[in-house]
């Protein structure tokens, strides 16, 4: 795997155009975005290899010949779309944005959540704060007012969050519950999603949610919802509070891209207080995205820019680790790593 995205020896032609790239990526992100929203990339795409003109596309969409054409022109130079002639048609960057729904998470989330806030990604370095998070609302970290944001940025978060832990979700079930499972605590369950799969799944087994109260509101309307209120419980509780304790009782403890959210110190303290409540029967699921552990250079790339949403937007102080920095901090915690697997 490659240290870094694109080709290990560049000339320095190649750099400069790349630096150039970086300087106007601003521009590329936005030109995308209208090409998509606006339906220029689906008329092209619908034309087939034949190809479109501009004057029908702005027919089609309803943009000015002006403004087709300054899309157009751009959006050939950054590999969306090609031309011959006159006619333009569908490139194969231009086909993943359009259809590839990993893509579109991704690009949502990163305009209607973090594109206003990474202005202040210099303060936010400087401060250890999440000095962006204003662009969304008036909180200390972006988990105080995550049932509180603005329409579209509620929408393209979860989305966000959900892509990513869904994806998971079929593939432990059969794990956890491959020996009896009494009851699981999963500590961040966010709007339920885990606890929903789990109830479906073993007709007798009992979910707690320990999370912030307004987090835990979220979830027990949704699991209400879905008819498994008789086998939920919430525990309001601050996982960096000093005072009280985590929920005990549970024989699975399930933390599911939730240490992701913390700064290195507050995850021994988290894992640390995880031990309190365990016996030597209880058994504790780690899933994290590490992005040392990425098969593709693109995963690896979306990652670690995924660490610049927690400094400037989330709380100012994690990232997107690597394996071994969150499996030395489990060593510190006393716990013991019996099964560590790649998906």
Known sequence: MNSHIGPPRVTALEAKSLAQWIAF????????????????LASVDAAGEAGIDAELLATQTGLSRYGVGVLLDFSVDIGLIDQVGDRYTLA????????DEMT???????????????????????????RGLVALGDWE??????????????????????????????????????????EILDVGG?????????????????????????????????????GYSERFNSYAFDVLRDDGAYYKGADVIWMS???????????????????EVMNQDTVLYIIELFWDR????????????????????????SRMYHS??????????GLVVEQDTDD
């Open 294 to 317: 990425q098969k593709y250079d693109a995963a690896r790339f979306s990652l670690n820019a995924t660490s610049l949403y927690f400094t400037c937007v989330a709380n100012g102080k």
């Open 324 to 333: 071994e920095t969150l499996r030395a901090l489990i060593d510190q915690s």
């Open 190 to 226: 966010n709007t339920g999603r885990w606890a929903k799969k789990c109830f479906a799944h073993d007709p007798n087994v009992k979910v707690t949610i320990m999370d912030l109260s307004q987090q835990l509101e979220v979830a027990a309307k949704d699991i209400k919802a879905a």
């Open 257 to 275: 891209q939730f240490l992701d959210c913390f700064s290195e110190q507050e995850i021994l303290k988290i894992l640390s207080h995880a031990v």
């Open 141 to 182: 970290n972006l988990y105080d007012g995550l049932t509180s944001l603005p329409g579209p940025a509620s929408e393209s978060w979860f989305r966000f969050d959900h892509f990513y832990s869904d994806r998971v979700f079929e593939e432990f079930l059969t794990i956890v519950f491959s020996s009896e499972v009494n």
């Open 92 to 99: 194969k960057t231009g086909y993943f944005i359009l259809n």
């Open 25 to 40: 990526s601003p521009f590329i992100f936005q030109a995308t975005v209208v090409m998509r929203d606006r339906g220029l």
């Open 104 to 130: 579109k998470v991704n690009m949502d989330f990163t305009r209607d959540v973090c594109y206003e806030a990474l202005a202040s990604l210099d303060d936010s370095l400087s401060d250890g704060k999440p």
